[in-house]
């Protein structure tokens, strides 16, 4: 005679949803990198991940909290970056960091999230492309905006001469140049010029722009 197994049966639901919010969230990063935020609805997630649409709002809540996770999976907010700008914070108590320090920062920290070897690693220059480029996506992760944040408060700190709105300008110069880089959309063959053997992965491309970024962010004060 067959008996019930209420543990047995609990386990087996708790698997199950295990499964779907795992699949939601793989349909979740592959639409939003495919289309970007504005043209993913949430009725194509639930579509793609085969799951009713109460099971996105039971897991994740809003279509914003669901890209907040897939943002933070990518950019695996864990607390390491904010503390290895914390940890550089500490080493300059008596003089501000120096501007290519900075940008060396910055380039080395998106370089190492476009070096992972896994998905995420391949997302991450997706979705960069996507947040800067395609209009309409106007979702910016919170974890990205405490660390742009960080590196505002560092330069207004090394360019103390600069008007904040002036290097908020410049800022956007600058996050908009690596990130038309990461994205891929290399131009460098329009140039005509460019030697077949020249490096132009970004990696190359990156290290070669830390002196031409400096350069722009320590100019003098437009008139």
Same mark, same amino acid.
């Given at each position: ?5 209420? !543990? ?5 639901? &708790? ?47 809003? !279509? ?13 907010? +864990? ?85 904040? +709105? ?12 690596? &990130? ?27 290290? &070669? ?15």
């Amino acid at each position: 005679m067959l008996t019930e197994n209420p !543990k047995s049966d609990r386990t087996a639901e &708790a698997r199950t949803r295990g499964d779907a919010k795992e699949r939601i969230f793989a349909a979740a990063e592959k639409l939003f990198t495919e289309q970007g935020y504005a043209a993913t609805s949430m009725r194509m997630i639930a579509s793609a991940a085969g799951v009713p649409l109460a099971s996105i709002n039971y897991h994740f809540g809003s !279509k914003r909290d669901l890209m907040e996770s897939v943002y933070q999976r990518v950019l695996g907010a +864990d607390g390491t970056r904010s503390g290895y700008l914390a940890k550089l914070e500490r080493e300059a108590v008596e003089a501000p960091l120096s501007v290519t320090r900075i940008v060396e920062t910055f380039v080395e920290s998106t370089l190492r999230l476009s070096r992972k070897d896994t998905v995420s690693g391949a997302v991450f220059k997706q979705l960069i492309g996507r947040a800067y480029f395609e209009p309409g996506d106007d979702f910016i992760p919170e974890e990205y905006v405490r660390i742009m944040d960080w590196y505002r408060k560092a330069l207004m700190r090394a360019l103390p001469a600069l008007p904040e +709105d002036e290097l908020l300008r410049r800022m956007y110069f600058f996050v908009g140049i690596v &990130a038309y880089v990461m994205a891929g959309r290399d131009v460098m063959h329009l140039l005509g010029r460019c030697s077949p053997a020249s490096r132009n992965d970004p990696e190359s491309l990156l290290r &070669a722009l830390v002196p031409f970024i400096v350069g722009g962010l320590e100019a003098p004060p437009s008139a």
